[in-house]
Every structure is written in structure tokens, then in C-alpha cells.
């Protein structure tokens, strides 16, 4: 999520005008249009549950929780996007030209946390039948 928030997410031309959307900002023409700080805040705070939900790793629950939280912001950070675009498309003409990398890493990441809380489920159970054995 950290990549997200430090690369482009996309560049659009907005009215015959180059412009480059970021976390951190909409640009227009180089210069500074809209700041968009919850995308940021966003990233990085699905960054912060990412990585305290590795030490959480005898809490298995939490840890499910923690991911699942984290599953959330980066929905969000998505649909944060999404609103971006929208309130700049009724504004304007707004045309796509291409897509950045840093769209791409929350999907990734939300792909990659799934499949993290799948094999820590898989752990629980593992742990829970081993426990009635004994």
C-alpha cells in the first residue's frame, strides 16, 4: 500500500489539459489541482494494520480481524478513488490515458490478504484439532 500511496495511480486528460493523479494529489498541467490526503491516509493505514498483524501471529484471531480491518481501508481506498473521479468527471471531460502502478498494488494486496487469512484459519483449525487430542 505504501507503493500506492508513492506512485501515480493514473493519468487522464481533463479538458484538452494533462493531468496526473497521485495520493498525495491531483495534478494538473504539473501544477498542484486538488489534494487528496485520505487517499494517503488510507494507504497508510492499511499499511500500519499490515504490518502490526505480523506480530500478532499466536493471536490468530486478531490477526484475522486485523486483516480483515485492513481488507476495509483498502476498499475504501478504492472506492476513495472512484469518488475522486467522479466529482472530476461531472466538473469536466475527463478521458483515460492510462493506468498508473499504484492502482494496482491494493488489488494485489487485498488478493495477497485473502490468502493470508485463508492459511491462518487453516492454522486455527490445525491448532484446534491438535488440541483435542491431548
Same mark, same amino acid.
Given at each position: 500500500?505504501?507503493?500506492?500511496?508513492?506512485?501515480?495511480?493514473?493519468?487522464?486528460?481533463?479538458?484538452?489539459?494533462?493531468?496526473?493523479?497521485?495520493?498525495?494529489?491531483?495534478?494538473?498541467?504539473?501544477?498542484?489541482?486538488?489534494?487528496?490526503?485520505?487517499?494517503?491516509?488510507? /494507504?497508510?493505514?492499511?499499511?500500519?494494520?499490515?504490518?502490526?498483524?505480523?506480530?500478532?501471529?499466536?493471536?490468530?484471531?486478531?490477526?484475522?480481524?486485523?486483516?480483515?480491518?485492513?481488507?476495509?481501508?483498502?476498499?475504501?481506498?478504492?472506492?476513495?478513488?472512484?469518488?475522486?473521479?467522479?466529482?472530476?468527471?461531472?466538473?469536466?471531460?475527463?478521458?483515460?490515458?492510462?493506468?498508473?502502478? /499504484?492502482?494496482?498494488?491494493?488489488?494485489?494486496?487485498?488478493?495477497?490478504?485473502?490468502?493470508?487469512?485463508?492459511?491462518?484459519?487453516?492454522?486455527?483449525?490445525?491448532?484446534?484439532?491438535?488440541?483435542?487430542?491431548?
Amino acid at each position: 500500500m505504501l507503493i500506492a500511496c508513492a506512485t501515480s495511480l493514473g493519468s487522464f486528460t481533463y479538458n484538452g489539459d494533462r493531468m496526473l493523479v497521485e495520493a498525495v494529489g491531483v495534478y494538473l498541467n504539473g501544477e498542484l489541482h486538488h489534494f487528496t490526503w485520505g487517499l494517503v491516509g488510507l /494507504g497508510v493505514i492499511s499499511a500500519i494494520f499490515s504490518f502490526v498483524s505480523i506480530f500478532f501471529f499466536r493471536k490468530r484471531k486478531l490477526q484475522i480481524r486485523l486483516s480483515m480491518f485492513n481488507i476495509g481501508f483498502m476498499v475504501a481506498f478504492y472506492l476513495y478513488f472512484g469518488y475522486l473521479l467522479y466529482k472530476l468527471n461531472t466538473t469536466g471531460n475527463l478521458q483515460f490515458v492510462r493506468i498508473g502502478p /499504484g492502482i494496482v498494488m491494493p488489488a494485489v494486496a487485498i488478493l495477497f490478504t485473502v490468502l493470508a487469512i485463508r492459511k491462518i484459519s487453516a492454522d486455527e483449525a490445525l491448532v484446534r484439532s491438535l488440541d483435542r487430542l491431548r
